[in-house]
Nanobody, 124 residues
Framework: QVQLVESGGGLVQAGGSLRLSCAAS????????MGWFRQAPGKEREFVAG????????YYADSVKGRFTISRDNARNTVYLQMNGLKPEDTAVYYC?????????????????WGRGTQVAVAS
């Protein structure tokens, strides 16, 4: 079974930046779409960003477009989320997720597994 381990969360000031990392297990990482979700207290988990298995296309929630960038390094079995211009409303637990085999990275229903999450807190 796939294992996903997120890291890089923390407390930052509004307008600051943070880079999250997700280390994935398995010898077939490069064939799966990958993504990031987040969940704030009292809210449902929401899709943040996704990347095609090949890395040639990406998808973003409207709320993070222009500020967040998802990328992957298949040689390291790692997916990243670069977050710039952070806002207090970005405060949430961020989860790395694995999508479909040869998946496009969208729609969100494609995703199957999640890590334990990493906390991101943005102070005003």
């Amino acid at each position: 079974q796939v294992q996903l381990v997120e890291s890089g969360g923390g407390l930052v000031q509004a307008g600051g930046s943070l880079r999250l990392s997700c280390a994935a297990s398995g010898r077939t990482f490069r064939y799966y779409a990958m993504g990031w979700f987040r969940q704030a207290p009292g809210k449902e988990r929401e899709f943040v960003a996704g990347i095609r298995w090949s890395g040639v296309s990406t998808y973003y929630a409207d709320s993070v477009k222009g500020r967040f960038t998802i990328s992957r390094d298949n040689a390291r079995n790692t997916v990243y989320l670069q977050m710039n211009g952070l806002k207090p409303e970005d405060t949430a637990v961020y989860y790395c997720s694995r999508g479909a085999y040869y998946g496009l990275g969208f729609p969100p229903e494609e995703y199957e597994y999640w890590g334990r999450g990493t906390q991101v807190a943005v102070a005003s």
